[in-house]
């Protein structure tokens, strides 16, 4: 199906990917170079970081709080630099093995944690907020229309360390069809939990929406396996986030398993809470905040400013 905002919401996601926000100014940096006792440059780690946080899409909530966080914390100068998850992590990337001073907004489940050492920055005033959960959420009345897809997804609930390995493979090169396969075939057992009981169904179309994060795309290529294992036709369609929850609330699409809940997508779920149905959470104890390479000696939000 050719829909509208599957057309808008794929091409603005992909464009995240591909371009960067500016960095800070020399201005900025000047107007915040203030030299100490020993006459060394007291901003010293601000300098080296241009005074940029590198973000993700400008509807995640992990970026609306590093943008509070630059307020609560009165990181004067900082900016937070708007990109996507793919352009953040290649960014990343190319910093460590430079081994060049960067601090980007993260968040677990994440492979990133696996490839290279790294660390959350303390968070003493809690702007990040505590633990999270990622719920699965559909629309209104797919549980009258279609009992047996919504019996799956309300089962549907998994780890970390599962979700590790999709996304794993899939940085290592492997297809997400592919990697979600062959975790789909490697774990029965626990895909059998999620189905037992529900009656198959004759190719009943269904669609799923998610965001372009790696825990997403293990997240709804799995799914997207355990519903046609019960005889479903799925279709997955990419968004951006604001593009996924209004998909879900007007019936474009019949659900998601991406919502991060209570921070991350806080703003969407105070927008479409009355027009969408939370079947719970499928994956427990995620986290979110500002991350740096262990190699750099900080430890906190209050040490940017240094």
């Not at 509208?4 to 100014?25: D, I």
């Amino acid at each position: 199906m050719n829909k509208t905002w599957k057309r808008t919401g794929l091409a603005l996601g992909l464009s995240a990917a591909l371009v960067l926000a500016a960095c800070g100014t020399d201005d900025d940096t000047a107007n915040n170079d203030t030299n100490g006792d020993d006459g060394e440059s007291s901003t010293a780690v601000a300098e080296s970081l241009d005074y940029t946080i590198t973000g993700i899409d400008a509807g995640a909530g992990v970026v609306a709080a590093a943008q509070d966080a630059l307020d609560v914390y009165d990181l004067e100068g900082y900016e937070v630099q708007m990109s996507s998850s793919a352009a953040m992590t290649s960014a990343l990337g190319t910093a460590i093995d430079n081994e060049e001073p960067i601090v980007v907004t993260g968040w677990n489940p994440h492979w990133k944690f696996a490839e290279y050492d790294l660390k959350y920055l303390e968070d003493p005033e809690g702007v990040f907020g505590a633990a999270e959960d990622i719920h699965t959420i559909t629309r209104l009345g797919l549980a009258d229309e279609m009992p047996e897809a919504v019996e799956v997804l309300g089962n549907f609930f998994w780890t970390e360390d599962d979700m590790g390995v999709i996304m794993n493979d899939i940085n290592n090169g492997a297809d997400p069809e592919a990697a979600a396969q062959e975790w789909f075939d490697n774990n029965q057992d626990k895909v059998a939990e999620w189905t037992d009981g529900v009656n198959h169904v004759d190719g009943d179309a269904i669609s799923l929406a998610f965001v372009a994060w790696d825990s997403e795309i293990a997240s709804t290529h799995l799914m997207e396996l355990v519903l046609e294992s019960v005889g479903y036709n799925v279709e997955i369609s990419v968004l951006e986030n604001s593009f996924m929850w209004e998909a879900v609330a007007s019936g474009e699409a019949d659900a998601m398993v991406a919502a991060w809940l209570p921070a991350t997508h806080g703003s969407q779920w105070d927008l479409y809470q009355d027009q969408v149905d939370d079947l719970g959470p499928n994956l427990e104890g995620a986290k979110i905040g500002l991350v740096v390479p262990t190699y750099m000696d900080i430890d906190s939000i209050e040490d940017l400013n240094n």
